[in-house]
């Protein structure tokens, strides 16, 4: 006999079409199909309202409002109920349910983490401290020791586009962090080459305190293209020094000159113009 096949989830046009309106959800539930209603309908009450709520500014799902924990807690207890009418359990089951969101997916931090998060605090610090307000911090030179490191601020309406909104950094598929993982991922599935086996050390020889391989592929690359450019600067003199023309040396003259006010126009608009955010007290950022 032939079976109808059934989706494993709902169709999110089908929930989209009545997220976040007015509409009451006797009504949102009545213009579901059939599998996508009795599937709906199983889910607790307040994930159902969770999956209801007004998608986010991309027509995303605010997953932070859908209490997982509590359909998992249900289908436990409803599982187990199933054994004990069936005599293969006679325990009890009673469950509390918390949420840690980010936290119950992240590794302890590493002491690089440690280290960027007391100096971007200490940094936010004393800019408030300064008076300083509405701004977004970073750190420079990460892959250098600490105390080398260059803390940051930039003002965030310097950060906006035209619509007044922060752009969102995706991911490139041309970054070098992408690429490193690429050329090693088939070297990793065959061969055990992790720096700890274990938790995160705090000391030892074994402890995380340099920046991790993203971090360093991505300062590896931008001192590569620094150090290419100043060689194709010392080139460029060693020409003009033996160059008779001054035409030649005009052009070479403005072409530099072009080339330079293009950097510093795109770095204004790609680092939020940092150089605006000289109004912190530069004082008490070296004090870090």
Same mark, same amino acid.
């Given at each position: 006999?032939?079976?109808?096949?059934?989706?494993?989830?709902?169709?999110?046009?089908?929930?989209?079409?009545?997220?976040?309106?007015?509409?009451?959800?006797?009504?949102?539930?009545?213009?579901?199909?059939?599998?996508?209603?009795?599937?709906?309908?199983?889910?607790?009450?307040?994930?159902?309202?969770?999956?209801?709520?007004?998608?986010?500014?991309?027509?995303?799902?605010?997953?932070?409002?859908?209490?997982?924990?509590?359909?998992?807690?249900?289908?436990?207890?409803?599982?187990?109920?199933?054994?004990?009418?069936?005599?293969?359990?006679?325990?009890?089951?009673?469950?509390?349910?918390?949420?840690?969101?980010?936290?119950?997916?992240?590794?302890?931090?590493?002491?690089?983490?440690?280290?960027?998060?007391?100096?971007?605090?200490?940094?936010?610090?004393?800019?408030?401290?300064?008076?300083?307000?509405?701004?977004?911090?970073?750190?420079?030179?990460?892959?250098?020791?600490?105390?080398?490191?260059?803390?940051?601020?930039?003002?965030?309406?310097?950060?906006?586009?035209?619509?007044?909104?922060?752009?969102?950094?995706?991911?490139?598929?041309?970054?070098?962090?992408?690429?490193?993982?690429?050329?090693?991922?088939?070297?990793?599935?065959?061969?055990?080459?992790?720096?700890?086996?274990?938790?995160?050390?705090?000391?030892?020889?074994?402890?995380?305190?340099?920046?991790? =391989?993203?971090?360093?592929?991505?300062?590896?690359?931008?001192?590569?293209?620094?150090?290419?450019?100043?060689?194709?600067?010392?080139?460029?003199?060693?020409?003009?020094?033996?160059?008779?023309?001054?035409?030649?040396?005009?052009?070479?003259?403005?072409? =530099?000159?072009?080339?330079?006010?293009?950097?510093?126009?795109?770095?204004?608009?790609?680092?939020?113009?940092?150089?605006?955010?000289?109004?912190?007290?530069?004082?008490?950022?070296?004090?870090?």
């Amino acid at each position: 006999c032939a079976h109808e096949r059934r989706p494993s989830t709902c169709k999110g046009d089908e929930l989209n079409t009545g997220a976040g309106r007015d509409q009451s959800l006797q009504e949102i539930e009545e213009s579901l199909s059939p599998w996508s209603h009795a599937l709906f309908a199983s889910l607790p009450a307040r994930m159902r309202e969770g999956l209801l709520r007004a998608r986010g500014s991309r027509g995303s799902l605010q997953l932070s409002h859908i209490p997982f924990e509590h359909m998992l807690e249900r289908l436990v207890a409803s599982r187990l109920q199933q054994r004990k009418s069936l005599g293969t359990f006679s325990g009890s089951f009673t469950a509390i349910c918390f949420f840690f969101g980010y936290e119950a997916r992240n590794a302890f931090p590493s002491p690089f983490d440690c280290q960027l998060a007391a100096t971007m605090a200490s940094t936010a610090a004393l800019l408030a401290y300064s008076g300083a307000s509405a701004c977004a911090l970073t750190v420079k030179n990460l892959t250098a020791p600490v105390e080398a490191w260059e803390p940051m601020a930039a003002p965030l309406l310097a950060l906006c586009d035209a619509s007044g909104s922060i752009p969102e950094g995706l991911v490139s598929v041309d970054s070098r962090p992408l690429a490193l993982l690429q050329g090693r991922r088939d070297q990793w599935c065959l061969r055990d080459e992790y720096c700890n086996p274990g938790p995160i050390q705090y000391s030892g020889q074994v402890a995380a305190s340099s920046p991790p =391989l993203c971090v360093r592929a991505v300062q590896e690359r931008r001192r590569d293209l620094v150090a290419q450019i100043a060689s194709l600067l010392s080139k460029i003199q060693d020409n003009a020094s033996l160059c008779n023309s001054d035409a030649v040396l005009q052009t070479v003259q403005i072409q =530099l000159d072009s080339s330079l006010r293009c950097l510093q126009a795109l770095s204004a608009e790609i680092a939020g113009n940092t150089s605006a955010s000289s109004s912190t007290d530069e004082s008490l950022l070296k004090d870090l």
